[in-house]
């Protein structure tokens, strides 16, 4: 796609770009927003600014005249009047310059697609770029994304970038290292991680850089005609005020392979591939298919229902018989929008959501309009399956509702990287709460992070498939450190593949070193996204510090086991044969033929329907929840 690059000077918007290149993104125009001119300051090239590097910014003068593409440029206006981590359109803030900058961009080049950003660690900066990003139609290309920062930094330095130190503000730097480049830098700040904590890649303020030269720079470089070392008001804080100037470059027309200054990461990681060659496949074992074709016509035989329960509010089995998926989606929402005004709450309170689509051809016009419903920052997390729904049903939405946002934590990432798939809906990767410590975890698949494509070889090489949706799961899990499952379910469309995914599960356990995530529910359904073959999903829970302490208390230790007895899966083979009790929440899965709620005393009782093709044990599961 067709790109502007958000460009500081710095080496990680320009190693990024290096990066966009290699992926085959064609760059169109630069974009910087700069500091601005004011005369009631004693220096305008150090401004304190929550999501922009603002020193240094004189050395972009050179930028379009070194890359032979349009550079867009505006002051910063706006403060950081919104601190909180995650955005949403604020009056008066640095984001919405932002905002107009890229605005502009796209009046002068509709074409522009994408948004180059370098952000690292950064989750203020990246949700910023992305909420912009969002309103304006583009995509966020952060290839740099969660990397572990000593690669990076061996990276950049091997990438053919001339980037020195400009500024330098942490324990161990002074103004000596000003002007430096990473690969003489390189070396003291190994050394000052090792000793201080000191992040490689100055993700924590500690230095800032400028790049004068990289494989990108056509048609010249820039070179430092004079420099003056400048004190800052804080006493360990100096940087570089500089005359530049242009020298030109031979120019090559020669097509560039842009993948040889960047190395890519691998598409499985160590402990992924540690998995993928630890299982055999012919450890398969055959299991009994079920096609949705199999299963006659059936009425509806169960009912909505509400359940409150400490600090949540579970909304189970939303449907509406009339109309098309359209009307019948809008419906819902309608029922669900009465139940939160009702008890004054908002859609923002939604937490999590599981929709099920008897046809999932219909998934886009679902979601064009589920979309409509959150817009704000943290949108629920979601599982999305198709299945078997009863006659004239075209989806079924349940929810779980938080009721104080203030608890409400979460991870939405909507940008394109190589960590993880960013979101292909209106859904978080996982919303948590922070006081009890719980996060649901949206339906992972096997997507090639930096495509956002499906493995071509999917039919031939299922454990690829269910590793690297495995993968995306666990990187989720580490992100947001709720790090021990309490329940994991993996949904796949071959039963006959059961022994895969169990095999595979069990040395995740063991690599992971989590005893408590012993819970697997495998359930087999008839579509899945993008057509994919396999999807992971599930619930977590973060583990204190004391109870990852081998000298913790017991009392500590029975804390843990009892988070982990919070959620229980049983299986029976008869709905009638369970007793339902109150103050506890249900999730039943199983063959509609097999499930039925008529003749079941269920006033009071909190349960969700989740028909599906079958089971791991073949029978029906029933999954207890008591948070």
Not at 21 to 39: M, R
Not at 121 to 137: A, K, M
Not at 261 to 272: A, H, Q, W
Not at 341 to 370: P, W
């Amino acid at each position: 796609m067709k790109f502007v690059a958000l460009v500081s000077g710095g080496k990680d918007s320009c190693f990024n770009i290096l990066h966009c290149l290699a992926q085959g993104h064609e760059l169109v125009c630069l974009a910087n927003l700069y500091p601005p001119n004011d005369d009631n300051k004693n220096n305008d090239d150090e401004m304190d600014s929550f999501m922009y590097q603002t020193v240094g910014h004189d050395v972009l003068t050179l930028y379009e005249k070194c890359i032979g593409v349009p550079m867009y440029r505006q002051p910063i206006i706006g403060n950081a009047s919104n601190q909180n981590l995650e955005y949403n359109k604020t009056d008066n803030d640095e984001t919405e310059d932002l905002f107009n900058l890229l605005t502009n961009v796209l009046k002068n080049h509709p074409d522009v697609k994408g948004v180059s950003v370098g952000a690292i660690l950064s989750s203020y900066q990246r949700t910023r770029v992305e909420d912009v990003c969002s309103r304006l139609g583009l995509t966020s290309l952060a290839y740099l994304w969660q990397r572990d920062q000593s690669e990076l930094m061996n990276e950049m330095c091997n990438s053919g970038m001339d980037a020195k130190i400009i500024k330098v503000a942490a324990i161990g730097l002074n103004e000596s290292n000003l002007g430096m480049t990473l690969n003489e830098i390189q070396p003291k700040l190994i050394q000052l991680n090792q000793m201080f904590g000191v992040h490689i890649c100055g993700e924590g303020g500690e230095f800032e850089t400028s790049v004068f030269d990289a494989p990108f720079f056509k048609f010249g470089k820039i070179n430092i005609i004079e420099r003056e070392v400048i004190k800052h008001t804080n006493d360990d804080v100096w940087y570089l005020k500089m005359k530049v100037g242009f020298e030109p470059k031979e120019v090559n027309d020669e097509v560039i392979d842009w993948k040889q200054f960047i190395v890519e990461p691998p598409l499985l990681t160590e402990r992924s591939e540690e998995i993928y060659e630890d299982i055999k496949c012919n450890e398969m074992k055959n299991k009994e298919n079920v096609t949705a074709d199999e299963i006659e016509d059936y009425e509806i035989n169960w009912e909505s229902n509400v359940f409150k329960h400490g600090d949540y509010m579970y909304v189970n089995n939303l449907s509406s018989p009339n109309g098309d998926c359209e009307e019948q989606i809008n419906k819902v929402f309608q029922e669900l929008e009465k139940i939160l005004n009702d008890n004054k709450l908002e859609f923002e309170n939604v937490s999590s959501a599981k929709l099920l689509i008897n046809d999932m051809n219909n998934f886009t016009k679902i979601n064009s309009q589920y979309v409509k419903y959150f817009k704000r920052a943290l949108p629920p997390s979601r599982i999305c399956i198709e299945t078997k729904l009863p006659n004239n049903i075209e989806l079924q939405l349940s929810v779980v509702i938080l009721k104080d946002l203030k608890k409400k934590i979460g991870l939405h990432i909507q940008g394109i990287s190589y960590w993880a798939p960013c979101n292909i809906g209106p859904y978080s990767q996982s919303i948590g709460n922070r006081e009890d410590g719980i996060a649901r975890i949206s339906g992972q698949i096997p997507l090639i992070p930096k495509s956002m494509t499906l493995p071509i070889n999917e039919d031939l090489d299922f454990k690829l498939n269910a590793i690297l949706s495995l993968q995306h799961y666990n990187s989720i899990k580490e992100v947001i450190n709720f790090k021990s499952g309490l329940i994991t379910i993996c949904y796949i469309k071959d039963m006959g593949k059961l022994s895969i995914i169990e095999n595979i599960f069990n040395k995740y356990k063991e690599i992971c070193n989590d005893s408590l995530n012993d819970k697997l529910l495998v359930v087999q359904i008839s579509e899945l996204p993008k057509g994919s073959v396999v999807e992971w999903a599930g619930m977590n829970h973060k583990i204190t510090d004391n109870s990852l302490n081998y000298e913790s208390s017991d009392e500590e230790e029975e804390g843990d086991d009892n988070n982990k007895e919070k959620v229980n899966i049983r299986y029976v083979n008869n709905i009638n044969e369970f007793t339902f009790n109150k103050g506890v929440m249900y999730e039943i899965y199983g063959n509609p033929r097999d499930i039925n709620m008529n003749d079941i005393e269920l006033k009071g009782i909190s349960y969700e329907i989740i028909p599906v093709l079958r089971t791991d044990k073949g029978s029906i599961a029933i999954v207890e929840y008591r948070i």
